[in-house]
T-cell receptor
Framework: GQNIDQPTEMTATEGAIVQINCTYQ??????LFWYQQHAGEAPTFLSY????GLEEKGRFSSFLSRSKGYSYLLLKELQMKDSASYLC?????????????FGQGTTLQVKP | DTEVTQTPKHLVMGMTNKKSLKCEQH?????MYWYKQKAKKPPELMFV???????INESVPSRFSPECPNSSLLNLHLHALQPEDSALYLC????????????FGPGTRLTVL
């Protein structure tokens, strides 16, 4: 089966760094995605990790440990506009199906 | 063109109405998806089209009928919906093989009265 866990809510201060964790259990692993979704808007693709390690893209970085079934999204130099829901997702079964399974999402509130 | 477009943005319909949601992408993606998203919940996959053929139907009720007229267009035909079907309906597309990120359209906010 498929199980993805992430914290429901987080709060951080503008200019700070925040780490959003995601743990997953899948029958077969084919990569892990992070999406950002502002209230009332569509999810926006942030990152895709299939190999272990850290991938950096500007203020956002994503880390994966396949042996631990663990990923995190690191947001640096937080801005007010980073207040959003962050969704962790993996493929349900083979990546050839395209079936993405999402975690429940972490609502991040950035405060001044 | 690097976006997925959806029309209409908002739709209100009665339980006896027939309506259609439309989705279009011009990124050359050969996989397209329909998702349903309720408030404060993650998107839930409904259908996957790969090379214009339906490859996944997540046991969606027949009152939702998808159609892929060509590689750029995806429709979702709605008939005899229930109030609990009110949600944000998201279309997404991705390159063949699905391994790259799925790119989402802005969604259609559907209200069933």
């Amino acid at each position: 089966g498929q199980n993805i866990d992430q914290p429901t809510e987080m709060t951080a201060t503008e200019g700070a760094i925040v780490q959003i964790n995601c743990t997953y259990q899948t029958s077969g692993f084919n990569g892990l995605f992070w999406y950002q979704q502002h209230a009332g808007e569509a999810p926006t693709f942030l990152s895709y990790n299939v190999l272990d390690g850290l991938e950096e893209k500007g203020r956002f970085s994503s880390f994966l440990s396949r042996s631990k079934g663990y990923s995190y999204l690191l947001l640096k130099e937080l801005q007010m506009k980073d207040s959003a829901s962050y969704l962790c997702a993996t493929f349900g079964g083979s990546s050839n199906t395209g079936k993405l399974i999402f975690g429940q999402g972490t609502t991040l509130q950035v405060k001044p | 063109d690097t976006e997925v477009t959806q029309t209409p943005k908002h739709l209100v319909m009665g339980m006896t109405n027939k309506k259609s949601l439309k989705c279009e992408q011009h990124m050359g993606h050969r996989a397209m998806y329909w998702y349903k998203q309720k408030a404060k919940k993650p998107p839930e996959l409904m259908f996957v089209y790969s090379y214009e053929k339906l490859s996944i139907n997540e046991s969606v009720p027949s009152r939702f009928s998808p159609e892929c007229p060509n590689s750029s267009l995806l429709n979702l035909h709605l008939h005899a919906l229930q109030p609990e079907d009110s949600a944000l309906y998201l279309c997404a597309s991705s390159r063949e093989g699905h391994r790259m990120g799925q790119f989402f359209g802005p969604g259609t906010r559907l209200t069933v009265l």
